[in-house]
């Protein structure tokens, strides 16, 4: 891959868009609503993670809202069925057009390495989506519900994680690739 690939800005700034909107959707349509009805935050939005206490807690609480517990499963089963591919697969196309790690730093890194790097948007996504599976199951009478309680924080980390070492790596391949055309 050369660097900057030919994927139009374009097609770049209408994912931005969608992804917007759905996060949007997302926030004003579930989020509010669920911390209008139970006082609480859905555990999705805690970026610092949580533990299990923190998902016996939202079991607890569920079981006792059943207006929260449809809000719930009514957004991962509309916006979080959409977002997570959305994210994805804006993430993959920035690392396309900002081109291979190598360019990035500068100096030759290891091929290994430069492929590994367009695998990270991955990474997210299956978080996300593993994150969400893992929520309707905890969240449910479901007899995987004490497996995905236990799953559901270690899903939220590597999908926070993955997700901030995309956004460092964009940002330092933006900054190199501006210097470099400078």
């Known amino acids: 891959m050369?660097?900057?690939s030919s994927i139009p800005l374009w097609i770049i700034a209408l994912l931005a868009a969608l992804c917007l909107i759905v996060l949007g959707?997302?926030?004003?349509g579930f989020t509010l609503p669920f911390e209008h009805?139970?006082?609480?935050?859905v555990l999705d939005t805690y970026f610092s993670g949580y533990d299990?206490?923190?998902v016996f807690h939202m079991q607890t609480l569920l079981d006792?809202?059943?207006?929260a517990s449809r809000i719930l499963r009514a957004m991962y089963f509309g916006p979080e069925l959409?977002?997570?591919a959305l994210l994805t697969a804006l993430l993959f196309l920035i690392f396309l057009r900002l081109g291979p790690i190598d360019t990035w730093r500068g100096r030759q890194a290891p091929r290994l390495l430069g492929r590994m790097t367009y695998i990270l948007p991955f990474i997210y996504g299956?978080?996300?989506y593993a994150e969400n599976v893992s929520s309707l199951f905890a969240f449910s009478d479901s007899g995987a519900a004490a497996l995905a309680a236990q799953i559901l924080p270690w899903m939220t980390k590597l999908k926070f994680a993955s997700l901030a070492i995309c956004a460092i790596l964009i940002v330092?391949?933006?900054i190199l690739r501006q210097t470099h055309q400078d």
């Open 37 to 41: 009805e139970t006082g609480q935050a």
């Open 172 to 174: 330092r391949g933006a």
């Open 2 to 4: 050369k660097m900057g």
């Open 52 to 54: 299990e206490a923190a």
């Open 126 to 128: 299956f978080a996300d």
């Open 25 to 28: 959707w997302t926030t004003f």
């Open 82 to 84: 959409i977002f997570p």
């Open 64 to 67: 006792q809202n059943e207006t």
